[in-house]
């Protein structure tokens, strides 16, 4: 299957992806908002499609989600993966790749949508963190919930500290559910996502 992944900067999701050498997974491009994303340059090196949008060059969301779709399209993809992209996309974008655009988000959904989520989760004396891999639909971080990973707070956490120990499990977790979905292990239910082993 043909895989898109977007990307704004590190990329070490996107990394983790490409590293995890998928059976049945082709990563047809890697595709950024910023130029100078530095996973760009990681995947330029490793011979993978690159190419970058400046949103800036666009007048109005709806006009860039339309360019980037053209440029998405152009590798026929059967997943989108959104790896630390660090736009909103509009709800058209989304309903053009219902049921195969994917996204992780820092947090245990639904809690802590949006942006800041280490800073709000330890603020909030949560106990527990972690990061949620889910399908994308037009309404911020809420879509139906692929897989989850489970990270304790410690009492001496600052959001660096908890950002890094949720990475971990992100880059385990995102390259797993990207397989499941490869494998077509998945079936959306509703706002559920049950998976065949
Ligand atoms: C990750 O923590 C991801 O969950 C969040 O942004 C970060 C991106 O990191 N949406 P990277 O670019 O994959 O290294």
Redesign the pocket.
């Known amino acids: 299957k043909n895989i898109v992944i977007l990307?704004?900067?590190?990329?070490?999701?996107?990394?983790?992806i490409v590293d995890a050498q998928i059976a049945g997974a082709r990563i047809a491009a890697v595709i950024s908002n910023k130029a100078d994303a530095e996973?760009l340059a990681w995947a330029r090196e490793r011979g993978i499609a690159t190419a970058s949008l400046n949103h800036k060059d666009f007048d109005g969301r709806e006009a860039f989600d339309a360019a980037l779709a053209g440029l998405i399209d152009a590798y026929a993809p059967d997943l989108v993966v959104?790896?630390?992209?660090?736009r909103i996309l509009t709800p058209g974008f989304v309903g053009h790749y219902e049921n195969r655009l994917l996204?992780?988000?820092?947090s245990l959904l639904p809690a802590f949508t949006g942006l800041h989520t280490h800073e709000r989760a330890i603020a909030e004396g949560v106990k527990f963190a972690g990061?949620t891999v889910h399908f994308v639909t037009a309404e911020l971080d809420h879509g139906p919930i692929v897989a989850q990973a489970v990270v304790p707070v410690r009492d001496d956490d600052d959001a660096a500290a908890l950002?890094a120990r949720?990475?971990v499990e992100?880059h385990r977790l995102y390259p797993q559910a990207v397989a499941d979905f490869v494998a077509d292990r998945l079936t959306i239910s509703g706002q559920r996502v049950l998976r065949r082993s």
């Not at 990307?7 to 983790?16: D, E, L, V």
């Not at 996204?103 to 820092?106: A, E, G, L, R, V």
């Open positions: 990307i704004s900067g590190r990329g070490s999701n996107m990394q983790a996973g959104l790896a630390g992209f660090m996204n992780i988000h820092p990061c950002a949720i990475l992100e």
